[in-house]
């Protein structure tokens, strides 16, 4: 029994070192696989953070142009708006001379009155009220129609301002 084993014995050999061979030649090219595959992966990887990066980079830069977009708006707003506060001073010291004439015309006339001889001391009893009357409702609408004006200026500034902003995130 030894004898077949002793024959068999180098082909056995053979066998077995023609399958480590093998082995061997399998598990390298699959290590050289595994090896160019993650080569591959890591040159991927790197492609994809670069381009992440820059892409981040330039939505930045375009949000950083909308938010200087809306600080110009809002700041052209604010200057509108300084503008329109400042006129509406201006018109209601104007306006201010014109309420003062309508109180001196009222006065010469209730002053008049005073003056005239007692047959048409009713009839310029009554114009001097109509006149009053008058003065004072045209001093009660010009203040009104200044606090109108600058509120409308204000809200037609501030509406340029948020179209100007809005607009600007188009970009």
């Known amino acids: 029994m030894t004898s077949i084993w002793l024959r068999l014995l180098p082909y056995i050999a053979a066998v077995l070192l023609v399958a480590g061979a093998l082995f061997g030649a399998y598990h390298h090219g699959l290590t050289v696989k595994d090896a160019e595959w993650q080569s591959a992966w890591n040159e991927r990887n790197t492609q994809d953070a670069q381009a992440k990066a820059s892409n981040e980079a330039a939505e930045r830069a375009k949000e950083q142009a909308r938010q200087l977009s809306i600080n110009k708006a809002i700041q052209d707003g604010q200057q509108i708006i300084d503008q329109a506060t400042a006129d509406a001073a201006a018109a209601r010291a104007s306006a201010d001379s014109l309420r003062g004439a309508a109180d001196a015309l009222a006065a010469r006339l209730t002053a008049s ?59």
């Open 113 to 171: 009155q005073d003056r005239g001889n007692s047959c048409t001391a009713a009839a310029s009893q009554a114009a001097a009220r109509a006149a009053m009357v008058l003065a004072d409702v045209l001093k009660r609408a010009d203040q009104r129609a200044g606090e109108l004006a600058e509120v409308a200026d204000q809200a037609r500034a501030r509406g340029v301002t948020c179209e100007q902003a809005y607009d600007g995130l188009g970009k």
